[in-house]
């Protein structure tokens, strides 16, 4: 039952490549992604599934991010049929195939129980990134696809570095060698120490590479802001979601090893360094889609703080997940929206946007709203729990400071969102002016946004049955 999760969206972008029209391919998209989104829905309440002998394994933390990542892509997926009708004067045929094929291998991660399997498949999914980002065929797009290539290329060498220590502390501590999660996990006692943290050390860098944790990121603000929205939506809630689980396993390694307090302070430390981070680059950002980037470095930051407090801020960290990739899905859809209009990202040609493009306007503002944590939407929830449990653990000051720097993005990032919204149209405005919100362009940023108050207010009962067991597997002994 495991295979057609990323077996579906593979095909579909093989059948998308060898689609003739240009029109209609985007079609697919949406027809592909349903039907995966279906399978997963049907394993969410089925334990113990497995395949190729253990290799694949669908366990409470995977099927969260699956999750996710499924409803993510099938939302963006309604929006990209509309959008590529407006860039009709260039092919998308490898685009529509590159998004299939990175929701499959984004799947395939979700699913793997063995380190090289998983490292093969984030390595994956930059090869098939850089042509998203490559989309608008320009010399910014091209340095930008290129830098992503390279940064991330670096950082998953290092994660396979890692992924070699790891199994090399097997065979120092006395037991067979093996990279599968659940083998390590159990001898996690019988590991060498100093093998273990060299392991631990060179996969966070290089995972946390993908994640774009600072000072890491690098290549986020130029991948980001060249690629359409519709990409930048995917990878700031996919990539990196699925990025985020592979920390997440190596982490529970050292955890089992009783090395938890090790690992605990690295999390802690480039989590606060990523807020810190995020906080300064979005003050007075005048192009508001790196302010997505750094907003995206900010919010990694808060999902691996929160972890690495412990207590009820691994169940923010968790609901945060969740969260972000909807939040930022708002956001991108309707930025990329106003940057049609526009024909421009920077505040020195965008304003106005709420009386240029109503429905996407007030979205970007609203999405803003989310995002830095403001009831009553999810995100609020979230970062509470996570600040609540910094204060739980008398750990005052770095319940204060992270609380000062969600202040700082607050103001840093309204500046920036709110001088796009209010105002006049400015003259940029005029250059597009056959570009207006439609139903299909604003509908599926609508359901996001329905989906980010629904956690605010309330969490359904089945989701936040799943959360709670991923939250007790990863306490759990192994």
Known sequence: MLYPIFLIPLLGGAAAYFFPSNRFRPLLLPVFSLAQLLCVLNVLGQNDLSAAQGWLYLDPLGKLVLLVVSVLFF????????????????????????????????????????????????????????????????????????????????????????????????????????????DLARSAGSLSKPWLHAAFAALLVGYGTKMGLAPLHTWKPDAYGESPGLVGALMAGGITSCAFLAVLRVTKILHAAGEGAFADRALLGLGLLSIAFGAVFMARQKDFKRMLAYSSVEHMGILVLGVSLGGIGIFGSFLHLINNALSKGILFLSSGNIHRAYNSKSTDEVSGAIRRLPVSGYLFLIGFIAITGSPPFGPFVSEFTILRASFESHQYLIGGTFLFLLMVVFMGMGSTVLAVCLGEPSAAASKSAHFRDSFFLTFPPLILLGMVLLMGVYIPDPLMKLIQDAVDYWRSAP
């Not at 129980?113 to 910014?140: C, D, K």
């Open 75 to 182: 939302v963006c997926f309604l929006y990209a049929p509309a959008y590529l009708l407006t860039r009709l004067e260039r092919s998308n045929r490898v685009l529509c195939s590159c998004l299939l094929f990175l929701l499959a291998l984004l799947s395939l991660v979700a699913l793997s129980r063995q380190l090289g399997l998983m490292w093969v498949a984030i390595e994956a999914t930059s090869l098939v990134s850089a042509p998203l980002i490559y989309f608008n065929h320009n010399n910014r797009s091209i340095e930008a696809a290129w830098k992503f290539l390279l940064v991330c290329s670096v950082g998953i060498a290092l994660a396979l570095l890692g992924s070699f220590f790891l199994g090399y502390s097997s065979l120092v501590g006395g037991v067979p060698p093996t990279l599968m999660m659940d």
